[in-house]
């Protein structure tokens, strides 16, 4: 199995920036994905953004230009940057890993959750 800590959350000023961390730990072979989701009080969980082995990210409209996600591989660790925050950005953010894991049975795959820490902008 594989766990992820998130640290980083709290709260700040519409205007203000926070950074988000996520730790994954065990019995790991590779993390090929690792993302950040959300979920606001009533609504759906949506990617934030994510970040493939080589590099390349992806980000939800909403949050393009103001957020930035980076890893650091050797310590199997993704962070958010956020920055420009809006009131509509509060939600309980939550890590995601897809990683291959060692097994008994061998390398499989499976994704990841962490348990989410609560990010609240005020206006």
């Known amino acids: 199995q594989v766990q992820l800590v998130e640290s980083g959350g709290g709260l700040v000023q519409a205007g203000g920036s926070l950074r988000l961390s996520c730790a994954a730990s065990?019995?790991?072979?590779?993390?090929?994905?690792m993302g950040w989701y959300r979920q606001a009080p009533g609504k759906q969980r949506e990617l934030v953004a994510r970040i493939i082995s080589d590099g390349s990210t992806n980000y939800a409209d909403s949050v393009k230009g103001r957020f930035s996600i980076s890893r650091d591989n050797g310590k199997n660790t993704v962070y958010l940057q956020m920055n420009s925050l809006e009131p509509e950005d509060t939600a309980v953010y939550y890590c995601?890993?897809?990683?291959?894991?060692?097994?008994?049975?061998?390398?499989?795959?499976?994704?990841?959750w962490g348990q989410g820490t609560q990010v609240t902008v005020s206006s």
């Open positions: 065990g019995r790991i072979f590779a993390i090929n994905v």
């Open positions: 995601n890993a897809d990683a291959t894991i060692l097994t008994p049975q061998g390398r499989k795959g499976f994704s990841f």
